[in-house]
């Protein structure tokens, strides 16, 4: 897979749709006969952005003007010194000219859910038992929380928010926070060119395939029918020596992440999973003991996680008051969806 992509519609940038759309509007208010090639070269001027504009013609041909008839409509010197106008008649051609700026954001709004419904599509194909899971609605909801932190990292091109979505399904929606991935961070944020950090990115992803998921997604598979039944049969820890042992439950669930991960990242993992845990004041062993592996599983996000949204109603719950009930329900939800999704190996760590 190569990724370097920028492009986004049909073989067009969004700024080219854009400047297509400006091109037509201005033509019919102005009513001025300049060729519809000059008039698109001054707007990408006019934004300081310049594109090759061969391939506008034939889109455009409609609007363009022969050389018999633009030579026809020239003005020479004295002709212009003629036709000099007021400062009234300026300020009615200016008002006349100006482009309302709902009409601007019009035309990015058209930009954002074209590509918007593309990256649907992509995701139905990318993850698609998470996709029926989850519903249309809160998918979307998922890809603009996704584009929007992309976007926080310059990841602006198609190709490399594309990434970024891959890896909301594959890692949680607040991968970037999560020590177990604490390496794809770092190439994350990096002050190197986007599709740069994109590739590096990808790399790491394949790596990450070879090693954690394994052929025809084996490990993971495992490693899910293993949460499917802790979640069913749950561990007594101990408040002594818990880190050590949720450590070995972890690394009994899933090795390979744990390995990937290494040590220090997940041991970094499980003291903030206490952590969220004292914060929704769930005190007992047990309750850590599921926040963390809810956060192992689902991302370190996932709490707050538009793609995993039953979590964050569980644990918002008023009706439910004891601590534990909540904990006990959480255990439910949890292997209830692990059991639609497992058939099709839908969880955090997917790669189709």
Not at 44 to 67: D, E, H
Not at 131 to 141: A, F, K, N, S, W
Not at 335 to 350: I, M, P, Q, S
Request: aromatic share 10%; proline share 3%.
């Amino acid at each position: 897979m190569h990724i370097m992509i920028n492009r986004v519609g049909k073989g067009r940038t969004y700024f080219e749709v854009w400047t297509v759309q400006l091109v037509s509007l201005l033509q019919s208010i102005m009513k001025i006969p300049y060729k519809t090639e000059n008039l698109y070269i001054g707007v990408s001027y006019a934004f300081g952005k310049v594109r090759k504009v061969s391939n506008l013609s034939t889109q455009l041909n409609s609007t363009q003007l022969n050389s018999t008839q633009l030579n026809s409509t020239q003005l020479n010197s004295t002709q212009l010194n003629s036709t000099q106008l007021n400062s009234t008649q300026l300020n009615s051609m200016n008002a006349m000219y100006k482009i309302r700026e709902q009409q601007m954001q019009a035309f990015d709004e058209e930009a954002r859910r074209t590509f918007e419904d593309e990256m649907v599509l992509h995701s139905v194909q990318f993850s698609p038992r998470l996709c029926e899971v989850i519903g249309d609605e809160q998918l979307r909801i998922s890809l603009r929380h996704s584009i929007r932190r992309a976007n926080q990292y310059e990841f602006t091109y198609r190709g490399s928010i594309r990434l970024y979505i891959e890896m909301m399904f594959l890692f949680g929606s607040f991968f970037d926070c999560d020590p177990v991935y604490r390496q794809m961070t770092k190439d994350l944020c990096a002050k190197d060119y986007q599709m740069d950090r994109a590739q590096r990115i990808y790399d790491r992803i394949l790596e990450y395939r070879s090693r954690v998921i394994g052929d025809e997604n084996i490990n993971q598979r495992i490693a899910l029918e293993r949460l499917s039944y802790l979640a069913e049969n749950p561990i007594s820890f101990g408040v002594h020596g818990f880190e050590s042992e949720i450590y070995k439950t972890l690394e009994g669930v899933f090795p390979q992440l744990v390995e990937y991960a290494g040590k220090e990242n997940v041991h970094a993992l499980i003291r903030a999973g206490r952590a969220r845990a004292r914060s929704y004041e769930f005190s007992s062993a047990r309750a850590e003991a599921v926040m963390i592996v809810l956060m192992f599983t689902f991302g370190y996000g996932c709490t707050r996680d538009p793609l995993y949204p039953w979590i964050a109603s569980t644990l918002a719950d008023k009706k439910i008051v004891s601590p534990e009930r909540k904990i006990s329900r959480l255990e439910r939800k949890a292997k209830t969806w692990l059991d639609r999704v497992n058939n099709n190996g839908a969880g955090k760590t997917v790669i189709p």
